[in-house]
């Protein structure tokens, strides 16, 4: 359930993202152009819904590229992450490859759920391997996404 902090507006003009969260702009009850803050969820699953949010919004803009997006969840350093980015080097064109830092504040549910485990990767947000690459498995994934997006 979303839960606003402030005041309800009437004739909502927009929607936009910063610094993790959701502001709307509206006209206030007297005429007056104000706006307010929006927060997702509660408690420990907020920092998830902040995270996947914005992890939604680039999905969203990528998928206008047609290229699927491939997550890594990483932190500094981390030998294995770039071994495997060394890996998916002659993939890169088949995909968006988007680093999340798995160590920054925003991303805590994501440290406490993959911290012994990076890297881990997503394809499309969905779970798809971890701690080293295995391009079979990538490479069945992206046919199969070529294929759903060739129509077939």
């Not at 902040?50 to 919004?57: A, H, I, N, V």
């Not at 947000?125 to 077939?152: P, T």
Request: with cysteine; net charge positive; proline share 4%.
């Amino acid at each position: 359930m979303l839960q606003t902090l402030g005041t309800w507006y009437r004739n909502e003009k927009t929607v936009f993202l910063k610094g993790g969260w959701i502001y709307k702009e509206g006209e206030n009850i007297t005429g007056g152009t104000a706006r307010i803050k929006m927060l997702w969820f509660q408690e420990n699953s907020m920092q998830l819904a902040k995270c996947s949010f914005r992890l939604l919004l680039r999905n969203l803009s990528a998928s206008k590229t047609a290229l699927p997006v491939l997550t890594l969840f990483t932190k500094h350093p981390c030998p294995l992450c770039d071994e495997a980015k060394e890996v998916l080097e002659p993939y890169k064109h088949r995909f968006i490859l988007q680093e999340v830092d798995i160590t920054l504040p925003e991303n805590s549910a994501w440290y406490e759920r993959y911290k012994f485990d990076i890297p881990v990767f997503h394809l499309n947000g969905q779970f798809l391997m971890m701690h080293r690459v295995n391009i079979s498995k990538l490479e069945k994934h992206l046919q199969k996404l070529e294929q759903q997006g060739a129509g077939g």
